[in-house]
């Protein structure tokens, strides 16, 4: 219903004074000048209490409802025009009111984990960035296995080009026969794997990391493989980038890809800066996901603070399958690398699975998933809607078309607009 009209705010401050004001989009729905208005206030938490507010004027169609926003809370807005004694519904809208330190944060989508045809993905990576676009996210890295340039050829194909989706660098790490993890290096400043590839010192320092390494837990053959992790996720961070413990319950020859062992030990210490609470696995595939989310929560119930993301590990954008499904929402100050990095470091992030035809779904901090899903509901939508444009954009861009990059600047800064008046100002 409230996608017919304008609403905004719809973010406001918690404890704050606020003005809602909403407008039809059509005329069908219009607020009338000449009538009179009540609205009633509903906290969802049921924090602050009910209030009615009578005697509410339109003025040009557009109705103004003040209120102060007791606490964080979703709050229901039902609107009714009053007849003589009867109240005839006009409509129900919805608001958010968050705390100052989520006030100061967007949410941001991203994927962090989607292959090219430079590994064994279909397109190239300009195609998957402008891709990302056209399905609503903001930020995005190819993460090829072995591979970092070709997160470059992505950044490099929009280079002066106005885009507003950040295209960051990364790879997949991963040591098949001797260690089966796999590990995203997202947006870090350089590729770990030649490191890897050069065999020295490389060798040498996960040596001395396994002989540091205590024993609890870790059957001894499993040692040199743990030490493989530390060093990467290490190396990683030193790059600057964040260092994604990916998929440990996707299933491949018949087990689980990361043995029970390494999975405990990767909880109990946490050398990663974020797990991989939803990754690319396909509709018959729902168990691996599943274990993760079950893993996470029992690992969070034993008081482990674990920041999540999710990824679509997208071998393909135009296959109908796991491109979009999964992805994260990153509550940053701004979409810029060190934000986005140190947000999702910092557990302000959620996963969410949006398989098509079914209920969108976040997962992660319980406060985080509830905003979350009232942002998926309320906002998001408006905000993808601009982004499909701009993706096609993209894609004609990459195609060749001399006049995408012009068009693309008449639309730059559109849904960080959107956004800003989507805020209390
Ligand atoms: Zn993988
Ligand atoms: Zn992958």
Redesign the pocket.
Request: charge should be negative; proline fraction near 0%; avoid cysteine.
């Given at each position: 219903m409230s996608c017919h009209y304008d609403v905004w705010p719809r973010v406001v401050r918690a404890g704050g004074e606020g003005t809602v004001s909403l407008r039809a989009r059509s005329p069908h729905g219009r607020f009338d000048d000449a009538a009179e208005y009540e609205a009633t206030i509903v906290p969802m938490e049921g924090i602050g209490g009910r209030t009615v507010r009578a005697g509410l004027r339109p003025v040009a169609g557009c109705l103004r409802i003040p209120h102060t926003f007791a606490a964080e809370q979703e709050y229901a807005l039902a609107v009714a025009r009053c007849d003589g004694e009867a109240r005839v519904p006009a409509g129900e809208f919805r608001v958010y009111a968050v705390g100052p330190d989520l006030f100061a944060r967007r949410p941001f989508k991203g994927d962090l984990?989607l292959?090219s045809s430079e590994s064994d993905g279909r397109e190239s990576p300009a195609w998957v960035a402008a891709a990302c676009r056209r399905i609503g996210l903001d930020f995005m890295a190819v993460?090829d296995?072995w591979k970092y340039a070709p997160s470059l050829d992505a950044i490099a194909a929009f280079a002066g080009t106005p885009i507003d989706l950040r295209i960051f660098p990364g790879e997949?790490v991963h040591q098949e026969p001797d260690n089966p993890v796999?590990i995203?290096n997202f947006g870090g400043a350089h590729g770990i794997c030649p490191l890897i590839r050069a065999g020295e010192p490389y060798l040498s320092e996960v040596r001395a990391i396994a002989e540091g390494l205590g024993a609890d837990g870790l059957p001894p053959e499993l040692r040199f493989a743990y030490a493989q992790c530390l060093w990467t996720y290490r190396s990683i961070r030193a790059a600057g980038g964040v260092a994604i413990f990916?998929?440990p319950y996707w299933i491949w020859r018949a087990q689980y890809n990361v043995p029970e062992a390494l999975i405990a030990r990767h909880f109990a210490d946490q050398p990663f800066d974020a797990f991989e609470l939803l990754g690319?696995f396909h509709r018959y595939e729902t168990e691996s996901n599943l274990l993760q989310l079950a893993r996470y929560h029992d690992e969070c119930g034993r008081g482990r603070r674990i920041p999540v993301v999710g990824s679509s590990?997208s071998h393909g954008c135009e296959r109908g399958e796991l491109f979009g499904w999964y992805w994260t929402v990153v509550f940053a100050p701004t979409a810029e690398f060190a934000d986005l990095a140190a947000a999702i470091r910092g557990a302000h992030a959620v996963a969410v699975e949006a398989l098509p035809g079914e209920t969108r779904r976040a997962h992660g901090p319980f406060r985080l998933v509830k905003y979350a899903h009232f942002l998926l509901r309320e906002v998001l939508p408006l905000h993808d809607a601009l982004c499909v444009e701009e993706g096609r954009l993209m894609l004609d861009h990459v195609a060749g078309d001399p006049a995408a990059a012009a068009a693309l600047g008449r639309l730059q800064g559109r849904t960080r607009r959107l956004m800003d008046s989507l805020w209390q100002a």
């Open positions: 984990h292959h993460t296995h997949e796999h995203v990916a998929h690319g590990d």
